[in-house]
């Protein structure tokens, strides 16, 4: 499990009031449709903050599987793009330490506050980065959003570790401030 996340999980009963097995409870008791209903109702009915109400919401979907499953089964079949995915995760956790790495289904959310970039394995040679970058206008290389749709402004393609380079490096820097 990443550091960050376990961290997050150690700190919710503090933090939230119930540890993370109690919100499971509480939300499987609850039919919502939407992943973002889930996330509403424990920011207002419980004043859970929205970056652990998304992770709870997040959890509580997991069919059993840990954080650890949801990101091998994602990279099965693409085991070239993990080097890529984890000079990401590297560079990341640089950034501060109130960054929570979120490894959904298909994805792995980067949250400060709020969510500044996404990481798909979008094909076996290729990662997508998504960024919320709104102070920039995209370029040949930082493309507009492209399948993130509104859950990311940007778009950075990846095929190889190089790629993870010092202005890749200061987009990530500009998003996760943008999130602050």
């Known amino acids: 499990m990443?550091?960050?996340?376990?961290?997050?999980?150690?700190?919710?009963?503090?933090?939230?009031?119930?540890?993370?097995?109690?919100?499971?409870?509480?939300?499987a008791s609850k039919s919502f449709e939407k992943h973002s209903q889930a996330v509403n109702f424990l920011?207002?009915?419980?004043g859970v903050t929205h970056g652990y109400a998304n992770t709870i919401v997040t959890?509580?979907?997991d069919s059993g599987a840990t954080p650890d499953d949801l990101v091998a089964?994602?990279?099965?079949g693409k085991e070239?793009?993990?080097?890529?995915?984890?000079?990401?995760?590297?560079?990341?956790?640089?950034?501060?330490?109130?960054?929570?790495?979120?490894?959904?289904?298909?994805?792995?959310?980067?949250?400060?506050?709020?969510?500044?970039?996404?990481?798909?394995?979008?094909?076996?040679?290729?990662i997508d980065l998504g960024l919320k970058l709104r102070s920039r206008k995209p370029s040949d290389r930082l493309e507009e959003s492209g399948p993130f749709g509104t859950m990311c402004t940007h778009r950075v393609r990846l095929s190889e570790v190089g790629e993870v380079d010092g202005e890749l490096q200061t987009w990530l820097l500009a998003a996760y401030e943008e999130a602050g």
């Open 73 to 76: 089964n994602q990279y099965q």
């Open 80 to 126: 070239a793009l993990v080097p890529i995915y984890e000079k990401l995760l590297e560079v990341v956790r640089l950034l501060g330490p109130d960054v929570t790495v979120v490894p959904k289904k298909t994805t792995v959310s980067l949250v400060r506050k709020k969510q500044f970039a996404l990481i798909k394995p979008a094909t076996k040679t290729r």
């Open 2 to 27: 990443e550091p960050a996340l376990k961290t997050m999980i150690d700190n919710m009963p503090e933090k939230t009031g119930k540890p993370l097995s109690e919100w499971k409870t509480l939300l």
């Open 43 to 46: 920011k207002k009915e419980h």
């Open 59 to 61: 959890l509580s979907k």
